[in-house]
């Protein structure tokens, strides 16, 4: 028998510990693991047990995106260093993850064929994603698999991967492998913002740069953009961006003639793309949009109400909940964005940020999924707008067992109860829909007492959009202005009117398309600065794009140039 009682670095099992694995951010369970990995190896090296050991077996409940292959490799490492596997030790730190099957009925054959594979090759932890048979836990071909493994894993170690689910699914999950199997479950709940901006940090510190608390609060709004954008993948997205934070900087030194560690602020200048509207109060934002009055009166008072409210300690905490109804483009995420901003002017909300999902967001893929993702989604607002859109798609009237948006609502009533006093919900759609999705759900109703309608915009307001789209440096002459107000002015009432009238994104399609336009003439003409014109516009018009966006909406259009 041979093993390995140190690292490459000299280590000891113990420093080992101190040094890489008790620092790591998160992941309790997988550190306990570890620590019992180092205590128990004398003595089952001692008693000779070591075909205990290899019919142990883990289930990883872990989230995509959260480092699942650093896990395996530090915990093949403290196996192989402690001597926990009578076995020799194959250079370097290969896994197989056998991939989830397609054909169920092909689960057997094809996951005992590679693990019997891998086996040969000398790999001696294997991680098994059985993510895809979450729905097949009565299958038998399952059962077989998992009999075949106890009968011929003496020389490996396996570990299961599932995602992070509720504790019931997990749980299922668990006792189906236990039918067989000794199994540990190890739980790698998602990182919060706190210990997600603590492991950047960590990274940050081995390229050896640093930053201050600006720079790491531009950090935390970028991560709020990516999950907004539905592009975050915990610790792999984190490491996405301070890689990026760090190249920035690089350039910014290159040009400058300097050579800093230190990232400031200004070293990270578009790293957010909010900045500009920093630069306001709530109040001067509101301002700012086109129409609206009705909708921006109300939201003074609640916030003036509500402050008021909290202040008083003799009255109740009020419930700030809300529903913004109205058609596509009438301005609900806008407003729901700046009155973060004025609750947090208000000292009713201690963050003020803007948290943005789609109501199937909340809904995860698996059963026993939805209810964690909704819980970490308003868990990210706590303090802040957690804003909803298309919210009435997480109500049905039927019994499906598997709608997942029944669960979410169950989640989101639960946080919107117990944080009503730090955190604002705000449900958008629809007028209909939205009606139809509070008659249906008592509960959700009467926790969300303030309901505003956004009427669609005038023929002027949609005019003054297009035109307040127009950046300072871009110059327009007085024909180009008669041609836009003439094209709106020429929409009929009944297109308006309409349900299905996208209003601003409508606006702001056709104005970045007048742009593209303008741009490509300039180039052909030879022009040297930026002027829009009449047939800038009317090309926009008449363009592919606005005609595809017109016949998808199912719109007849009442307006346009011949």
């Keep these: 028998m041979e093993f390995y009682k140190t690292t490459e670095s000299g280590f000891s099992g113990q420093k080992y510990y101190e040094t890489y694995i008790e620092p790591m951010i998160g992941a309790d369970d997988f550190k306990k693991l570890m620590k019992e990995f180092i205590d128990v190896a004398p003595r089952i090296r001692d008693d000779d047990t070591y075909d205990i050991f290899a019919h142990q077996y883990y ?6 995106g959260s480092d699942i292959e650093d896990y395996l490799k530090t915990m093949r490492e403290v196996i192989s260093m402690n001597g926990l596997m009578n076995m020799l030790r194959v250079d370097g730190h290969e896994t197989l993850r056998v991939p989830p099957q397609k054909d169920k009925q092909q689960l057997f054959h094809d996951a005992s064929t590679n693990f019997a594979s ?8 294997i991680c098994i994603d059985i993510t895809e048979w979450m729905s097949e836990l009565k299958n038998p071909d399952l059962k077989r698999f998992l009999v075949f493994l106890e009968q011929n894993c003496t020389r490996a170690v396996v570990v299961f991967r599932i995602p992070y689910l509720d504790a019931e699914s997990m749980n299922k999950v668990y ?8 199994v540990r479950l190890v739980k790698f709940p ?20 640093e930053t201050d608390d600006k720079g790491w609060e531009l950090f935390r709004r970028r991560i709020i953009a990516e999950k907004n954008e539905g592009k975050f993948y915990e610790k792999m997205t984190v490491n996405k961006l301070v890689r990026e934070m760090v190249y920035q900087k690089q350039c910014a030194d290159v040009r400058r003639g300097v050579t800093e560690n230190f990232i400031s602020a200004e070293d990270m200048a578009g790293f957010v793309t909010d900045e500009e509207e920093r630069e306001y109060t709530a109040d001067e934002l509101m301002d700012k949009l086109v129409g609206l009055s009705e ?35 009438t301005g609900k995420t806008t407003v729901a964005r700046i009155l973060g901003k004025l609750l947090k002017e208000n000292g009713v909300l201690s963050k003020g940020d803007f948290f943005e999902v789609t109501g199937r967001n909340l809904c995860g893929s698996y059963i026993g999924q939805t209810a964690p993702l909704t819980e970490r989604i308003c868990r990210d607002a706590y303090g802040s707008v957690l804003f909803i859109d298309e919210a009435y798609s997480l109500y049905s009237d039927g019994a499906d067992s598997k709608d997942y948006g029944k669960e979410a609502l169950v989640s989101l009533i639960g946080e919107m109860e117990n944080h009503r006093s730090d955190f604002v919900v705000i449900m958008a759609g629809y007028s209909d829909e939205m009606k139809e999705l509070m008659n249906g759900n008592p509960g959700l109703a009467s926790r969300m007492p303030y309901n505003m309608e956004f ?12 035109f307040s789209m127009i950046p300072g440096s871009v110059e327009y002459s007085d024909a180009f202005a008669e041609s836009v107000r003439d094209y709106f002015a020429a929409i009929d009432t009944d297109v308006i009117e309409q349900k299905e009238f ?21 180039n052909a003409e030879g022009e040297d600065k930026l002027c829009l014109l009449p047939q800038d516009f009317e090309l926009a018009c008449s363009s592919r794009s606005v005609t595809q966006l017109m016949e998808s909406e199912k719109r007849s259009i009442g307006f346009g140039f011949a």
Excluded: W
Excluded at 59 to 64: E, H, P, S, V, Y
Excluded at 455 to 466: A, G, H, K, M, W
């Design 118 to 125: 891998a086996i040969r090759k000398g790999i001696n932890l």
């Design 59 to 64: 289930l990883f409940a872990i989230g995509d």
């Design 295 to 329: 909708i921006k009166e109300q939201i003074r008072e609640i916030a003036q109400t509500i402050a008021y409210i909290k202040k008083e300690k003799t009255l109740e905490s009020p419930c700030i909940h809300m529903r913004f109804s109205g058609n596509p483009g």
């Design 190 to 209: 998602p990182l919060s913002m706190d210990q997600l901006i603590e492991y950047a940090k960590t990274k940050l510190s081995k390229y050896d740069y």
């Design 502 to 522: 996208s209003n601003a994104r409508f606006v702001r399609n056709l104005f970045e398309l007048t742009l593209s336009k303008a741009i490509v003439r300039k």
């Design 175 to 182: 006792e189906t492998l236990s039918d067989v199997l000794t």
């Design 455 to 466: 009427p669609n915009y005038s023929r002027e307001e949609l005019t003054d959009i297009f």
